[in-house]
């Protein structure tokens, strides 16, 4: 047996023997309703509206565990004392078993019984509660059979907060990067975070009012305000700087590109309220999510690499709440290709299986969106870019700078697959021979569907037709690049990068801006009846 298989078969055995244990804990935890515990949280997450577990004065047999009411021995109906947050945990005074349902009597102030687990193992068809001394030991990630019932989005899961016994917090963290991985094991490892879902944020303009209820997280379960204060992480997004991290108390505003908006909010406020408490600052550790799982919940780089490849195929195909690629605007197929390739960077430093790099390329091919969303089937519409790259405008010939532009699309296979014709929005003009050429004129949006709406290669429409286009005022700047990347700068010569074309010394080359093509050199005249008299 060569040393290379030796060394396979001893991780499977480590694999299989991890299984068992995984196996052993959930039997016990169903099996016996002897045990009990310090703590136990309640992991039951329900639906929009109802993440709440009720809190009942008795036991009571039950049938459906998702048909209310419940009725009592003497045929009474059951009525609710109380509920638990998503989250929360409590002390178990002591359990009964009553049909199917593990009944566990809470103790302290919210005494009562909750429904701990539904059905008898080895299949549970529901658990809304988890004995943490249980899984104290355990290493790598949750096994599904752990939240039976359970329906954790792998987008869009939702939470407020939690408490936990752990000495660290996670103070803030991505929504994008494996936020639904990093919530089961702090449920499952007594981890606390503070940090509110990404998409549960209203924006800047009533960020006082959303900050309030962030501080309040910070100060119950990151504990900012206490004697001994919890070491605060916060979990950064798949970017290209993954090699960087962790790293302790860095300056917000460079990790500004490795955190999502409501992130950078967060940790803007966690920065002046360390100040503000005499914290350190540099006590707060940013990580990837890779590393945080490797470091507290004990995942292996096997582990990862099979999260990863499962992201990739699911960020691909749709599935586990998202859409599939192909049915995301440019602007979504931009950041999601960009999230997936540094997820499998970090995962694979040495390169990723075959039927992933695949998968990646395809994603790489399809970043722009040459059919907008919002369009019937076969309305005509046209499509919009400003090129990555730049060049003089020394030439009085407009082909010049439609040969550009034509080159520029010919880089993306996409562009190339549509069998369309390509110019550049620009007004040309020489003196010696009165050769004039309009910049409506040249992009053909004068003389030929004048209704159809222009489109960036995101999905998002710049203009609703000739008029729109022409008239003033964008519906949105046009700054996306061939690729479908979003560029800072918009393209074209002169200083500010902000033209499409520039003006030569004798002749004309006239130009708009990315965010208002009825400007330019010769104010509206490169647009329309462009001649010697009105711009000698």
């Given at each position: ?447 030929s569907d004048q209704d159809a709406p222009i489109y960036r290669l995101d999905g ?77």
């Amino acid at each position: 047996m060569t040393e290379e298989l030796k060394a396979e078969l001893q991780e499977l055995k480590a694999e299989n023997e991890k299984l068992r244990g995984q196996i052993k804990t959930l039997t016990q935890q169903i099996a016996d309703p002897n045990v009990t515990s310090d703590l136990w949280r309640n992991i039951h997450y329900g639906t929009a509206g109802h993440r709440r577990l009720q809190v009942y004065p008795e036991p009571a047999a039950i049938e459906d565990p998702h048909g209310a009411p419940l009725v009592t021995s003497d045929g009474q109906v059951l009525k609710e004392s109380g509920s638990l947050e998503f989250g929360d945990c409590f002390e178990v005074q002591s359990q009964t078993q009553v049909g199917d349902v593990l009944w566990l009597q809470i103790r302290g102030k919210k005494n009562g019984w909750v429904m701990g687990t539904v059905g008898r193992a080895p299949d549970p068809v529901l658990i809304n509660c988890i004995n943490l001394t249980l899984w104290k030991t355990h290493e790598g990630p949750i096994p599904p059979a752990a939240f039976e019932g359970q329906d954790f989005p792998a987008m869009g899961m939702y939470t407020a907060g939690y408490p936990g016994r752990s000495e660290i917090c996670v103070a803030s963290a991505s929504g994008s990067a494996f936020w639904r991985e990093l919530n089961i094991a702090m449920l499952f490892a007594d981890i606390g975070t503070s940090t509110v879902f990404e998409q549960a944020w209203g924006g800047s303009e009533n960020f006082q009012d959303w900050v309030a209820y962030y501080a309040s997280n910070c100060e119950a379960y990151g504990k900012l305000r206490s004697e001994h204060p919890k070491h605060l992480v916060v979990v950064v997004n798949h970017t290209e700087n993954w090699k960087k991290y962790p790293v302790r108390g860095p300056d917000v505003e460079q990790a500004k590109v490795d955190i999502g908006r409501a992130q950078y909010h967060e940790c803007i406020w966690l920065r002046d309220m360390h100040k503000r408490l005499g914290l350190k600052w540099e006590s707060v550790t940013f990580t990837t999510a890779f590393k945080f799982l490797q470091e507290h919940a004990k995942w292996t780089r096997r582990d990862f690499q099979e999260a990863a490849i499962k992201r990739v195929k699911s960020d691909f195909e749709g599935g586990d709440g998202k859409k599939a690629f192909e049915k995301l605007t440019g602007m979504e197929r931009t950041y999601v290709q960009k999230c997936a390739r540094w997820c499998i960077e970090e995962a694979f430093p040495d390169g990723p299986p075959a039927e992933t790099q695949d998968l990646l390329e395809k994603m790489e091919g399809m970043k722009v969106a040459i059919v907008p969303p919002d369009l019937d089937p076969g309305a005509h519409y046209r499509l919009v870019f400003v090129t990555s790259t730049s060049r003089d405008a020394t030439a009085t010939d407009i082909g010049t700078y439609n040969a550009f532009a034509v080159a520029a699309a010919a880089t993306n296979p996409e562009l190339t697959s549509l069998s369309t014709t390509w110019t550049c929005i620009g007004s040309a003009g020489n003196r010696t021979t009165s050769a004039y050429v309009n910049a409506n004129q040249n992009t053909l949006t004068r003389t030929s569907d004048q209704d159809a709406p222009i489109y960036r290669l995101d999905g998002v429409r710049v203009a609703d037709g000739n008029t729109h286009l022409w008239g003033g005022s964008l519906a949105h700047p046009i700054s996306i690049d061939e690729n479908g990347d979003a560029l800072s700068t918009k393209g074209g010569p002169g200083p500010s990068r902000d033209w499409f074309l520039g003006d030569t010394a004798g002749d004309w080359v006239y130009y708009g801006l990315s965010t208002c093509t009825g400007s330019g050199k010769g104010g509206s005249a490169w647009v329309d009846n462009l001649d010697q008299t009105k711009n000698s």
